[in-house]
């Protein structure tokens, strides 16, 4: 089947190739994670009892695990936002240092973004399964959904600081290259003329050296032996 010719360059243009990234992938599956554990939590995760107009945390009435949950999905969304515009404009840097600065950044988030959802699981869980039953009439599902996507961002993450620390590794800089680089360059400068290639020679003219010691004169350049005189009887 034949694709026409716009199709072909859309799918060729920077932006889709730049979306079919792994990393990209992985960033915005951890965006949305991080969006439906924070909405669903704001919607459904504060309600009132039965008894009591008051509201309160759907974990066990613990307005800490819902704060903590909304806050980390929260966090994690924008840090994700943030990195896909750096990740967009990666390629225009030029500076060597800031680009291993940012694979480093983006590394050491990746671990703590990993390590902040495992603990944001264990609370979770741990607070669901302490809540009496049927306390609440709604916000057994948003409870759900929280803790299930808590815990596939653990592994979204796990794969992000390992896509980060392969950039990290792949693009490390080499130690002492452009000196090598620099004394390879230097011995073959220095290194003798083969006999293959012609050797210049030094053009006599008025300003050389041969050609001034030549035109001295004889006497100059060469002197004479000293020769006997044979003198008169006087």
């Not at 909304?70 to 994690?76: N, Y």
């Not at 350049?221 to 003198?231: E, G, N, S």
């Amino acid at each position: 089947m034949h694709i026409p010719e716009s199709l072909q360059d859309l799918a060729d243009s920077e932006a889709v190739q730049f979306l079919k990234r792994p990393k990209t992938i992985l960033r915005i599956f951890a965006g949305v994670f991080s969006l439906i554990v924070f909405s669903s939590l704001l919607t459904d995760g504060y309600q009132n009892k039965t008894g009591s107009s008051q509201l309160h945390c759907v974990f066990n009435s613990n307005n800490v695990a819902c704060s903590f949950a909304v806050g980390t999905g929260l966090l994690a969304f924008f840090s994700c936002l943030t990195f896909l515009a750096l990740d967009a404009h990666k390629s225009r840097i030029a500076t060597t240092r800031f680009k291993t600065a940012f694979q480093l950044l983006d590394l050491i988030l990746a671990v703590l973004w990993t390590g902040t959802w495992f603990v944001c699981f264990c609370f979770l869980a741990n607070q669901r399964q302490r809540s009496p039953p049927k306390e609440f009439l709604l916000g057994s599902s948003s409870t759900k959904a929280a803790i299930t996507f808590a815990f596939f961002s653990i592994f979204i993450w796990i794969f992000q600081a390992y896509l980060a620390l392969q950039d990290l590794q792949n693009d490390a800089p080499v130690p002492y290259k452009r000196s090598l680089d620099e004394g390879g360059v230097v011995l073959t400068t220095l290194s003798p003329p083969s006999a293959a290639s012609p050797i210049n020679m030094p053009s006599t003219g008025p300003n050389n050296v041969n050609y001034a010691s030549s035109a001295l004169s004889p006497y100059l350049t060469a002197p004479k032996a000293p020769r006997l005189v044979m003198m008169p009887d006087s």
